[in-house]
Each structure stands twice: as C-alpha cells, then as structure tokens.
C-alpha cells in the first residue's frame, strides 16, 4: 500500500468508525429516552429514528467504500463485522419484533 492509498484508507476508516458511534449514541439516547420516560413524544421518537438512520447510512456507506477499494484489509473487515452486529442485527431484530406485535 502506497502512501496516498494508506492516507485515504486512514481517513474513510476514521469516518466509518466516526459514524459507526454516532449511531449507537444515537440508538442509547433513544432507548434511553424511553426508559426513563421524560420528554417521549411522536416527534422526539420520530427524531431519534431520523438520527439513528442518518448515522448508520452514513457508517455503512463509508464501510462500503473502504470494503471496495480495500477487500483484504482484516482490520476494515473486522471492524465492518462488528458494526453489523452491533447495529444491523439489533434494527433486524427490532423490525421483527415491531411486525410481531402489529
């Protein structure tokens, strides 16, 4: 690996991991929010859910072009591998329990 290539590896990897704890900030302070029943309102709800999707887009874009340009990197792959189960399984699980209750 080139220094350019290192440097825009470096700089997409520090974005995803940046995005990657945006969104489960975002994921606490809702379920945060719920638990302790202040200020749970449609609209609050419907923001945390508008953040949490917004970061977790924006994580897993950024995962995705690092995947492409670097596929071989263990490092990116286990990093990208925690992601998914930290957030994609949980809003996975989520949605099946939100279809079982309807």
């Known amino acids: ?13 520090e974005g995803a991991i940046r995005y990657h704890k945006s969104t489960l900030r975002s994921i606490r ?42 596929p071989k990197s263990i490092r990116l792959l286990r990093t990208y591998a925690h992601f998914l189960r930290q957030v994609m399984v949980r809003r996975t699980l989520f949605n099946r329990q939100s279809d079982l209750e309807v």
Not at 1 to 13: C, G, I, K, R
């Open 1 to 13: 690996m080139d220094l350019v290539s290192y440097v825009e590896f470096q700089t997409n990897y």
């Open 29 to 70: 302070k809702f379920w945060r929010t719920l638990v302790e029943g202040r200020n749970v309102s449609i609209k609050s709800i419907s923001a945390s859910f508008r953040a949490i999707e917004k970061a977790e887009q924006r994580a897993a874009s950024r995962y995705r072009v690092l995947i492409s340009r670097f």
